[in-house]
């Protein structure tokens, strides 16, 4: 996950044609902004053609019909996975397991390979950033195998401790679970740095890329992970789909988690075999369209370019520290801008994310209030919710003024008896 | 259309100038919740008498406008009234008594200080004063 050289800078206009929903009119007369991308993006026509086209002219099961449709949609399927795995870099289509999302795909892993690895009195480390569904699936791991959760802590700013670290890693550590950037405070970790002091203490790591694989360049062999989950639909794609990659010989290693159809070789009345991967993990039919559209949602990624897609992101999160800061008794989460990709929590001094949110809504803004499946981190910052605006490539700098001028307002409403 | 009513000056003068927000002198029942959904909390607490009144009854709480404001409606509805009145007093009443038409999801903020006042019907305190919620309702929620 390393961030290339400098790029063109990315004109958003020229790709906000692309999005129907974009050009909606909410209430009547009031154009959306979509400020929501850390929840789910928006899709391009491109990817929904290719759902459509799926359906009207592919669609059959995959790797069990003989016939001419059932060929056409088990290529695409596999067509998709190949687009997936380059990527993300990695050696071999057979590491890039479908699922049907990020919290899926971290369950995957703590049911099978934390099952048949982790025993009593093992260290789990996770950070006090993380989202819910990279704690709670750990969580239950522990209830099953008596091991024990860690939290690495945060600083006041919202960055890992990393000067605790090694305190954190012990002989006892079996896996350290971390997201590469956090989905409230916009943090992009030093997730590579964390990967080679964790395995230096002989611990496992899993990668939670649902806010960084569709905004940063992603290269599992770079990096080094060991497990790395993500998402279709916060990167252009369908819901209903989300990858996970390992090492291989993690996965080839790891039992079957559901058991059904595809997943194995032959089947007798009393038992069976485990099939190859990526099979083995992909029990049952698998989500074949959201995977195809995910496929289409990489190539059109690829034509924008992660690098500059980053890099707008960053400039937008840089743009609205500063119109949010202007407003006034705005209280901003998370580091400084420089350290943050396309995400801006907030609060708003004596008026609740639910209302600053509703009311951002009659200005067409979409943004997220609450604690954004992440309740341990509000309360390390003594918040119960915060408004979150999060940004894409097809947001502009135009739109984060509109949210400060909206903010303005949302102010004079609740503050108009002082 | 109901959107437009949701912040008017009704609503919001219960939210900022709330009926009997902070403690309950002399609590015999309390209740505390929250909205998992979004993490609004509401404390109740009341002072029921031998007669089966409300002699006393406040709220506290953290949680958006509409969550508060209704607390701070309810709080003042029943001071003084029974508990049977309490008891008897449903849901599609609790949204009449807020008055705005809610969507679905802003429903649930507005019955959590319902749902907590029936619960703190049948939550008695230990007879200690200050035991129970002594650190401060609305700072201690959470």
Redesign the interface.
């Known amino acids: 996950m390393s961030a290339t050289a400098a790029t063109t800078i990315l004109d958003p206009e020229a790709y906000r044609p692309d999005f129907p929903i974009l050009s909606m009119l909410l209430h009547g007369d009031v154009p959306l902004v979509y400020l929501d991308n850390a929840a789910t993006s928006q899709r391009p026509r491109q990817v929904i053609q290719a759902i459509v086209d799926t359906y009207e002219r592919h669609y059959a099961n995959v790797h069990r019909g003989i016939h001419w449709l059932a060929d056409q949609s088990t290529d695409l399927y596999e067509d998709a996975r190949e687009k997936v795995r380059a990527f993300i870099n990695a050696p071999a289509r057979e590491q890039v397991i479908f699922s049907n999302g990020t919290t899926g795909s971290i369950n995957m892993v703590a049911r099978s390979w934390g099952d048949a690895n982790v025993r009593r009195g093992d260290e789990i480390l996770l950070t006090e950033m993380e989202h819910h569904s990279n704690i709670v699936p750990w969580q239950q791991l522990a209830v099953r195998s008596g091991a024990v959760v860690r939290f690495l802590p945060i600083t006041d700013d919202g960055q890992l401790e990393m000067g605790a670290l090694d305190q954190f890693l012990t002989e006892r550590t079996k896996l350290v679970a971390v997201t590469a950037i956090s989905n409230v405070l916009g943090t992009v970790n030093p997730v590579a740095e964390i990967i080679r002091r964790a395995h230096q203490a002989g611990a496992r790591v899993l990668v939670d890329g649902a806010q960084s694989v569709p905004h940063l360049p992603t290269d599992v062999l770079a990096m080094d992970c060991d497990f790395l989950a993500f998402s279709g639909h916060k990167m252009l794609g369908p819901s209903g789909v989300g990858v996970l990659y390992g090492k291989l010989d993690l996965l080839e290693a790891m039992p079957p988690f559901l058991g059904g159809g595809s997943m194995i070789r032959r089947v007798r009345l009393d038992g069976f075999e485990p099939g190859d991967l990526p099979a083995k993990l992909e029990a049952g039919t698998p989500p074949i369209v959201p995977a195809i559209g995910l496929g289409a949602a990489v190539d059109y990624l690829n034509a924008v370019g992660l690098p500059a897609i980053h890099e707008h992101a960053c400039r937008l999160t840089e743009h609205a520290h500063r119109v949010l800061n202007a407003v006034g008794g705005v209280r901003l989460l998370g580091p400084d801008p420089s350290r943050k990709g396309g995400i801006v929590s907030f609060t708003l001094e004596r008026?609740?994310?639910?209302?600053v949110a509703?009311?951002l809504?009659?200005h067409g803004i979409a943004v997220r209030?609450?604690?954004h499946c992440a309740?341990p981190l509000?309360?390390r910052y003594g918040v119960?919710?915060t408004a979150r605006a999060s940004f894409y490539f097809y947001n502009t700098i135009a739109e984060i003024d509109k949210l400060g001028e909206a903010l303005r307002q949302v102010k004079g409403?609740?503050h108009r008896?002082d | 259309m109901e959107e437009e009513d949701l912040y008017q000056d009704r609503i919001q003068e219960y939210y900022e100038e709330p009926y009997h927000r902070g403690r309950c002198p002399g609590c015999t029942h309390a209740h505390q919740d929250t909205n998992p959904l979004c993490g609004d909390v509401i404390r109740l607490e009341l002072q029921i008498d031998g007669q089966g009144r409300l002699k006393e009854i406040y709220f506290n709480g953290d949680g958006c406008c509409i969550s508060q404001a209704a607390a701070s409606m309810l709080v003042e509805k029943f001071d003084g009234r029974s508990v049977e009145e309490v008891k008897k007093f449903t849901a599609t009443e609790m949204l009449e008594l807020f008055g705005v038409r809610l969507t679905a999801n802003r429903q649930k903020c507005c019955l959590l200080p319902w749902r907590v006042l029936q619960a703190a019907l049948y939550s008695p305190v230990s007879q200690a004063p200050d035991v129970q919620g002594s650190d401060g309702p609305g700072r201690s929620c959470r």
């Open positions: 008026i609740h994310a639910h209302d509703q009311l809504d009659r209030a609450g604690h309740m509000h309360k119960n919710a409403l609740f008896h």
